[in-house]
């Protein structure tokens, strides 16, 4: 039997924690178009776009990941399209974040108060520029810090892709402790790197928001 060290269980789980970093990133970035895209057509209040896009939301936050990443990997294949692991846990992680983030920055716009869209109309601004340069100014200072510390969120939830064989942090984890019959070492040294990838975006979060709350 091949002998592992600790140094070879961390080299290999480092190797894994580049493609939960690169899943994370995709998630987010994509999820956040999208979820812009849906929030701007539900402020716009174009013509059934308010219940589709709170249909969407409620289907996604209502059911659980795990469930959405099956239906990712062997829902497209009935269409026959052959569907990696890594474009289905892309997929499915970008519509639940999209979901996600499309609400909290609905609710950060809410958050703006209503005579601030009064006086962009008195202004005779469009409904792009209205968002553009009154309101959502001011809704970004309300959305960065639950917007950053969503992200944490997404960095966990990379953990379910393991499930339909994503080689993440969690499945390499899985792997290794097969390998080395050794799963106290192995997932200790994967607790902590998933503690080192979220604690610096949640301590940023909350310095976001310490800093923007003394700007109020």
Same mark, same amino acid.
């Given at each position: 039997?091949?002998?592992?060290?600790?140094?070879?269980?961390?080299?290999?789980?480092?190797?894994? #924690?580049?493609?939960?970093? *690169? $899943? %994370?990133?995709?998630?987010? &970035?994509?999820?956040?178009? +999208?979820?812009? =895209? !849906?929030? @701007?057509?539900?402020?716009?209040?174009?013509?059934?776009?308010?219940?589709?896009?709170?249909?969407?939301?409620?289907?996604?936050?209502?059911?659980?990941?795990?469930?959405?990443?099956?239906?990712?990997?062997?829902?497209?294949?009935?269409?026959?399209?052959?569907?990696?692991?890594?474009?289905?846990?892309?997929?499915?992680?970008?519509?639940?974040?999209?979901?996600?983030?499309?609400?909290?920055?609905?609710?950060?716009?809410?958050?703006?108060?209503?005579?601030?869209?009064? #006086?962009?109309?008195?202004? *005779? $601004? %469009?409904?792009?520029?209205? &968002?553009?340069?009154?309101? +959502?100014?001011? =809704? !970004?200072? @309300?959305?960065?810090?639950?917007?950053?510390?969503?992200?944490?969120?997404?960095?966990?939830?990379?953990?379910?892709?393991?499930?339909?064989?994503?080689?993440?942090?969690?499945?390499?984890?899985?792997?290794?402790?097969?390998?080395?019959?050794?799963?106290?070492?192995?997932?200790?040294?994967?607790?902590?790197?998933?503690?080192?990838?979220?604690?610096?975006?949640?301590?940023?979060?909350?310095?976001?928001?310490?800093?923007?709350?003394?700007?109020?």
């Amino acid at each position: 039997m091949v002998e592992f060290t600790l140094w070879d269980i961390l080299r290999n789980l480092l190797l894994a #924690a580049r493609w939960t970093v *690169a $899943l %994370s990133l995709i998630a987010f &970035l994509g999820g956040g178009l +999208l979820g812009l =895209a !849906l929030l @701007v057509a539900r402020l716009a209040k174009l013509r059934g776009a308010e219940p589709l896009v709170a249909g969407y939301v409620q289907l996604f936050q209502g059911t659980p990941l795990l469930m959405q990443l099956f239906l990712a990997y062997f829902g497209i294949a009935l269409f026959g399209v052959d569907v990696s692991a890594w474009t289905a846990a892309g997929v499915a992680l970008t519509l639940y974040t999209s979901a996600f983030l499309t609400e909290i920055w609905r609710g950060c716009v809410l958050a703006v108060p209503k005579g601030q869209w009064e #006086a962009a109309q008195s202004l *005779a $601004l %469009s409904f792009g520029e209205q &968002l553009r340069h009154v309101i +959502l100014p001011q =809704a !970004l200072r @309300v959305a960065i810090p639950p917007t950053v510390g969503f992200l944490v969120q997404v960095v966990k939830g990379t953990a379910l892709a393991s499930v339909i064989g994503f080689v993440e942090l969690t499945k390499a984890g899985t792997m290794i402790t097969n390998a080395t019959f050794r799963p106290f070492a192995v997932y200790s040294c994967v607790a902590l790197m998933y503690f080192a990838l979220c604690y610096p975006v949640s301590a940023w979060s909350r310095t976001l928001e310490r800093r923007l709350h003394v700007r109020r």
